[in-house]
């Protein structure tokens, strides 16, 4: 527990966009940074940023770790509802179309060699948020793998990451995936049957505000750039936990028909998605992996 502690602190400090560390560029340093200079980072931040922009291409663009300055309108806008629902307020689509030009991953430049991020414009920021946690979670798990741990279960809010089996009985882990209906006796939808496997769900119902009694969530459609409402709730199976977290985001911001193409498109990656009306469809196999 200690070693996969100490090794999630570490990559959360590295790509926590809030706050600054002593003797540690991270991702806030390199938004302080932008139009301004190069920022030298560790080697784990390049990664994880050609980590998603390959999301980014795979995604057709739903997935945009550059959306920083359209989310941070939403993040404020949010905040204030939140503090204050009687005034909760909408951002102005002129704001966010503004916003949304500083938006280019292409803006974004990696250069390996030199291990330096750099984002072209002042205006520019990166927001990991829809990939960092999963793309942690998966290399904390090679970490424990290679340190000689083959069966254990990580869950890092909402990311779930099963090694292995459970038991002498060599069992698989058993893990639940959560109703989003949070007025519903019934807190857990499914139990899963997982052996080296993410799971991961994506929401309406964790970060979220209400304006003129509509809720407003957290994920926001790069097509949009409103939340999307296609769904309530999606949850991706596979075994990369940060191809999960991608995923789970790219799918909540498609159509349900588009969405199943797409996952049906890769190997070994299974979804099901949950519709405001409370119905539930699923990918070919995701029903072979419930339990109960």
Not at 58 to 63: A, E, K, P, R, Y
Not at 241 to 257: H, K, Q, R, V
Request: with cysteine.
């Amino acid at each position: 527990m200690q070693l996969i502690y100490d090794n999630l602190k570490t990559y959360h400090q590295l790509y926590d966009k809030y706050k600054d560390y002593e003797g540690i560029n991270n991702i806030k340093t390199i938004n302080d940074n932008a139009g301004i200079a190069p920022v030298s980072v560790d080697r784990r931040i390049i990664d994880m940023l050609l980590f998603s922009k390959e999301m980014y291409r795979i995604t057709d663009g739903t997935v945009n770790i550059a959306l920083g300055p359209v989310l941070e309108i939403w993040h404020i806008y949010r905040t204030a509802g939140i503090d204050d629902p009687l005034n909760a307020q909408l951002p102005s689509m002129e704001e966010l179309i503004r916003a949304n030009s500083f938006t280019d991953i292409n803006q974004v430049i990696i250069d390996e060699e030199n291990s330096t991020v750099f984002l072209t414009n002042e205006n520019m920021s990166l927001d990991v948020g829809a990939i960092a946690k999963g793309y942690a979670a998966e290399q904390v798990t090679k970490i424990a793998f290679q340190k000689g741990y083959t069966n254990f279960l990580l869950s890092v809010g909402g990311n779930t990451r099963a090694v292995g089996t459970k038991g002498q009985e060599k069992a698989p882990w058993s893990v639940g995936i959560q109703n989003p209906d949070k007025s519903s006796e019934q807190t857990s939808l499914y139990t899963m049957a997982l052996t080296d496997l993410s799971l991961v769900a994506s929401g309406n119902y964790e970060r979220y505000y209400t304006v003129d009694g509509k809720t407003y969530h957290h994920i926001i459609d790069p097509n949009t750039l409103m939340p999307s409402d296609y769904f309530t709730a999606v949850s991706i199976l596979c075994e990369d936990s940060g191809m999960a977290d991608a995923l789970s985001t790219a799918i909540y911001n498609m159509p349900f028909e588009k969405g199943k193409a797409f996952i049906e498109s890769f190997d070994n990656v299974e979804a099901m998605w949950i519709f405001p009306n409370g119905e539930r469809k699923f990918s070919n196999h995701f029903k072979d992996f419930i339990l109960e």
